[in-house]
């Protein structure tokens, strides 16, 4: 800290130098006072890559002992657990084991109520339109066989001569 700016080194090892009337007047908030920090990453797979692979190596980079994905939040009051997960309706909830509401925060991601204490928060993705999906399908595959099995039967019983 000089007379004029306060020099930061932030956590990827970068010094940002920040006036000092800056500083003074802005809300500052320590994201290192609790020991734990919550990293985003945005991940990526090729479309011809199998499910299964890619889950597995989802999880064995989130089980990795270097990976804190989820830390078990702590609200010292009734709160709001914000997320970065997009509110699409397909995700659930559970606060302790126990289902739970979510919370659309600012119309777009989901967020959870939390009451004053240690948490643990489980997200969960149901995707109800693929069941709706491979339902349809299934329908039309067996109304497609039903008339072909129909067509195929006076053909077969001799009902029909070919010309």
């Keep these: ?12 090892n ?9 500083a003074a007047a802005a809300r500052i908030t320590n994201f290192s006072a609790a ?17 299964e692979s890619v889950k597995a190596a989802l999880l064995r980079a989130a089980n990795s002992p ?9 609200a010292t009051e009734s709160s709001l657990l914000y997320t970065s997960i997009p509110s699409n309706g397909n995700w659930h909830v559970a606060v302790d084991g126990v289902e739970t509401e979510a919370v659309t925060v ?11 204490g ?35 039967l006076p053909w077969k019983k001799g009902k029909f001569q070919r010309r």
């Design 106 to 116: 600012c119309g777009v991601m989901i967020g959870v109520r939390l009451a004053p």
């Design 35 to 51: 020991g734990t920090r919550r990293v985003d990453l945005t991940v990526s797979a090729s479309y011809r890559s199998p499910v």
């Design 66 to 74: 270097t990976s804190l994905f989820t830390p078990e939040p702590f």
């Design 118 to 152: 240690r948490h643990t928060v489980t997200f969960s993705y149901h995707n109800d339109a693929l069941r709706q999906g491979i339902t349809v399908s299934l329908v039309a595959l067996a109304v497609f066989l039903g008339l072909s099995a129909l067509t195929y």
């Design 1 to 12: 800290m000089s007379v004029t700016y306060t020099k930061l080194q932030t956590p990827d």
């Design 14 to 22: 970068k010094i940002v130098s920040i006036p000092n009337s800056t």
